[in-house]
Antibody
Framework: EVQLVESGGGLVKPGGSLRLSCAAS????????LNWVRQAPGRGLEWVSSISSSSGHIYYADSVRGRLTISRDNAKNSLYLQMNSLRAEDTAVYYC??????????????WGRGTLVTVSS | DIQMTQSPSTLSASVGDRVTITCRAS??????LAWYQQKPGKAPKLLIYKASSLESGVPSRFSGSGSGTEFTLTISSLQPDDFATYYCQQSNSYPLTFGGGTKVDIK
């Protein structure tokens, strides 16, 4: 089955750290760009970060640059998001999402179910 | 950054109605626009990409049109399964940005 499965969410204190993972199956992971998209409770969708198939191109939203780090391991079919210096405004469901590796394919055709990150004291 | 503005934010409609949602970009994005459907507690689902291309498996009652800065998503005959929130997203350039969403609920 073609799927993405996130894990690693939870409750963390402001200033703390968390590492999210996304396990892919059913497709050639190394051929696709992978992304993180988040959704705060009751709010809309916000793109967070993207990483190209070979990790050669990485992009971040201004709101997370310098605090969140995206990476991938093509041998393990896995995507990661290292989250440091977390703030209350980072509280959201974090989705792993697939897109084509071309710059002409920057839309998300496969999504995971999401993992909830709550930043609170 | 390219700002995406959707209207209306909420839309009340009945089964069988023709529904149109508008998305405007703050600058031209050619045809680099996608539409998603999201139901409560679920991940978004891709409906349309490149403004008018229907994603595989999506019912043909969904259609997209537009180019430049103005785009529309049309549902030709609203079905019970279509009550959801819809988002547009520009795929022209980073940072990738979404519209604020349009909730379609039952009249």
């Amino acid at each position: 089955e073609v799927q993405l499965v996130e894990s690693g969410g939870g409750l963390v204190k402001p200033g703390g750290s968390l590492r999210l993972s996304c396990a892919a199956s059913g497709f050639t992971f190394s051929s696709y760009r992978l992304n993180w998209v988040r959704q705060a409770p009751g709010r809309g969708l916000e793109w967070v970060s993207s990483i190209s198939s070979s990790s050669g191109h990485i992009y971040y939203a201004d709101s997370v640059r310098g605090r969140l780090t995206i990476s991938r391991d093509n041998a393990k079919n896995s995507l990661y998001l290292q989250m440091n210096s977390l703030r209350a405004e980072d509280t959201a469901v974090y989705y792993c999402a697939r897109s084509g590796d071309s710059i002409w394919s920057l839309y998300f055709d496969l999504w995971g179910r999401g993992t909830l990150v709550t930043v609170s004291s | 950054d390219i700002q995406m503005t959707q209207s209306p934010s909420t839309l009340s409609a009945s089964v069988g109605d023709r529904v149109t949602i508008t998305c405007r970009a703050s600058q031209s994005i050619s045809s680099w626009l996608a539409w998603y459907q999201q139901k409560p507690g679920k991940a978004p689902k891709l409906l349309i990409y490149k403004a008018s291309s229907l994603e595989s498996g999506v019912p043909s009652r969904f259609s997209g049109s537009g180019s430049g800065t103005e785009f529309t998503l049309t549902i030709s005959s609203l079905q019970p399964d279509d009550f959801a929130t819809y988002y547009c997203q520009q795929s022209n350039s980073y940072p990738l940005t979404f519209g604020g969403g349009t909730k379609v609920d039952i009249k």
